[in-house]
């Protein structure tokens, strides 16, 4: 059973408009990444952040952001929202020493029409 | 710039082994590899990780040959549950952040 739960699990919004996801991070992990995974691709990075700072992000624009929070809950937020964006939003969390590898959640599909 | 190779998709029956090999040409001396599975809707887990040689735990094999260009994962008596993508990625696990890079996977589908 994953430690990780994301909210909402689907989301249909239109052109334009802003999205908040959430993510509740397995106790204990004071990392959190969020990928987005097109269709039938590979998940891509868009940011993680460590102990409620952004320490490292991918090719995504500013409109793509985030906050990590003392309790280790983390938001994605992602303005003037475009048809492209449609994607399943994936949140991992990890703690410092990664040698077991990263939990991720079941993620949030995201329809933008 | 894709940093691993792997099949597009492979076939299996209930029972046999599966054996997925992964290309990773340009591995850095730092990188470790590491496995992931993912079902249609969920999230990637985390299945094995290695720097060298075998690695094995409950679910799986991994090998490493000795100049670490490629890697196998070995799926001993698949079933019908294991049908799903793999992805292989490398990384140094011990950088300031660390980030995953997955590419298309392998898709592995197993029939009764």
């Known amino acids: 059973e994953t430690g990780v739960t994301q909210s909402p699990t689907h989301l249909i919004k239109t052109r334009g408009q802003q999205v908040t996801l959430r993510c509740s991070s397995q106790s204990g992990h004071n990392t959190v990444s969020w990928y987005q995974q097109a269709l039938g691709q590979g998940p891509q990075f868009i940011f993680q952040?460590?102990?409620?700072?952004?320490?490292g992000r991918g090719n995504f624009p500013p409109r793509f952001s985030g906050l990590q929070f003392p309790n280790y809950s983390s938001e994605l937020n992602v303005n003037a929202l475009e048809l492209d964006d449609s994607a399943l939003y994936l949140c991992?969390?990890?703690?410092?020493?990664?040698?077991?590898?990263?939990?991720f959640g079941s993620g949030t599909r995201l329809t933008v029409v | 710039l894709a940093k691993t190779t792997q099949p597009i998709s492979m076939d299996s029956y209930e029972g046999q082994e599966v054996n997925i090999t992964c290309s990773h040409n340009?591995?850095?001396?730092?990188?470790?590899i590491t496995w992931y599975q993912q079902f249609p809707s969920q999230g990637p887990r985390f299945i094995i990780q290695?720097?060298?040689t075998k690695v094995t735990n409950e679910v799986a094999s991994l090998f490493i040959p000795a100049d670490r260009k490629s890697s196998t994962l070995s799926l001993p008596r698949v079933s019908l549950s294991d049908t799903a993508v793999y992805y292989c990625?490398?990384?140094?696990?011990?950088?300031?952040?660390?980030?995953?890079?997955f590419g298309k996977g392998t898709m592995l589908l197993v029939s009764p």
């Open positions: 952040y460590y102990r409620e700072e952004e320490n």
């Open positions: 340009n591995i850095a001396t730092n990188d470790y």
């Open positions: 991992a969390s990890s703690l410092e020493d990664r040698n077991y590898g990263y939990t």
């Open positions: 990625l490398v990384g140094d696990k011990d950088s300031g952040y660390s980030t995953l890079t």
């Open positions: 290695g720097y060298k």
